[in-house]
């Protein structure tokens, strides 16, 4: 079992940057990938970032998110970061936390970022 605890969620004004942070607990060292998903209503929850623990970090973005966000790894807190800078309005959604531990996929609770002028 792995637990999942997000924070960093907000409100935020279109072209500004907020920092998601994932900090995980219980058996942390089977985790193969950790990444951030996001969900609006009335969608499909999507990928908008993961590093590959498993695979040397090894990350990957969203075509939508590349090049204005970050995500990175603190091993010693057992926490994942989504560093988001330049945000837009269409980046609003919940954020959840994911991590996979195979076969099963853990979720946190989801942090809300809204951002709007």
């Known amino acids: 079992q792995v637990q999942l605890m997000e924070s960093g969620g907000g409100l935020v004004q279109p072209g500004g940057s907020l920092r998601l942070s994932c900090a995980a607990s219980?058996?942390?060292?089977?985790?193969?990938?950790m990444g951030w998903y996001r969900q609006v209503p009335g969608k499909e929850r999507e990928m908008v970032a993961r590093i590959v623990i498993t695979a040397g970090g090894i990350t990957h973005y969203a075509d939508s998110v590349k090049g204005r966000f970050t995500i990175s790894r603190d091993n010693a807190k057992n926490t994942v970061y989504l560093q988001m800078n330049s945000l837009k309005p269409e980046d609003t959604a919940v954020y959840h936390c994911?991590?996979?531990?195979?076969?099963?996929?853990?979720w946190g609770q989801g942090t809300q970022v809204t951002v709007s002028s």
């Open positions: 219980g058996s942390i060292f089977s985790i193969n990938t």
């Open positions: 994911h991590a996979f531990v195979p076969p099963n996929n853990f």
